[in-house]
């Protein structure tokens, strides 16, 4: 069975220092992993995924299969960066649907 | 263009009720998703529709969950005889044919938040 593990519920960080957020998952199988975020009174969006290699809103992830990990990255965090964050993995033995973790709250203070 | 809609946005009941949840997904998306995220958690597939028919609904926690999609475009998640611990948010989401070559984005709609009295 897929599983998704987000160690951290809230991280929080001053304006200008790095972020990171932990993401581990299991999976048998080739896994597509990716980041959804959800700012305050807004609805779930895609932020990335790792088949693009992308950097979107300045964060990063990488994936790596041998701790089969895939953690969200962002050198100098910023006020509008607070809100939810979602790992989530999806994969052909899992059909179409996204298993998705627990989630990290970040807080950015001023 | 239009997102995903869902309504209502807020439905309260009574234990033991029955309700129905709608979805409007994006036009032209052939795959819908529903999702329960229950308080502190992160959602919970319960089923997803290819068209009309359920490709998968492994995630439905029982059968007093129903859900359908007779003509390939809106769903509605029925939920009979409801119990308190139904009370969550229900997500819904549409997406291309993922069918057609790997995962297609999934894009949410603000969801319903149902609560059981």
């Known amino acids: 069975a897929q599983r998704v593990t987000q160690p951290e519920k809230l991280l929080s960080v001053f304006k200008g220092a790095p972020v990171e957020l932990k993401c581990n998952y299991s999976?048998?199988?080739?896994?597509?992993l990716f980041w959804y975020v959800q700012y305050s009174r807004q609805r779930l969006q895609l932020l990335l995924r790792?088949?693009s290699r992308e950097s979107i809103k300045g964060f990063t992830a990488d994936l790596n299969k041998g701790e089969t990990s895939f953690h969200l990255k962002k050198p100098f965090a910023q006020e509008e960066d607070s809100a939810m964050y979602y790992c989530?993995?999806?994969?052909?033995?899992?059909?179409?649907?996204?298993?998705f973790g627990g989630g990290t709250r970040v807080l950015v203070k001023p | 263009g239009a997102g995903v809609s869902q309504t209502p946005s807020n439905k309260v009941t009574e234990k033991g009720k029955y309700v129905e949840l709608r979805c409007d997904p994006i036009?032209?998306?052939?795959?819908l998703y529903w999702y329960r995220q229950s308080l502190g958690q992160g959602p919970e597939f319960l089923i997803y529709f290819q068209g009309t028919g359920a490709a998968d609904d492994s995630g439905l926690p029982n059968d007093r969950f129903f859900a359908v999609r007779p003509e390939g475009s809106v769903s509605t998640l029925k939920i009979q005889r409801t119990e308190r611990g139904d009370s969550a948010v229900y997500l819904c989401a549409s997406s291309l044919d993922p069918r057609a070559g790997g995962q297609e984005t999934q894009y949410f709609g603000p969801g319903t938040r149902l609560l059981v009295l």
């Open positions: 999976y048998s199988g080739s896994p597509e």
């Open positions: 036009s032209g998306h052939t795959a």
């Open positions: 989530a993995l999806s994969g052909q033995a899992a059909g179409n649907k996204l298993t």
């Open positions: 790792h088949i």
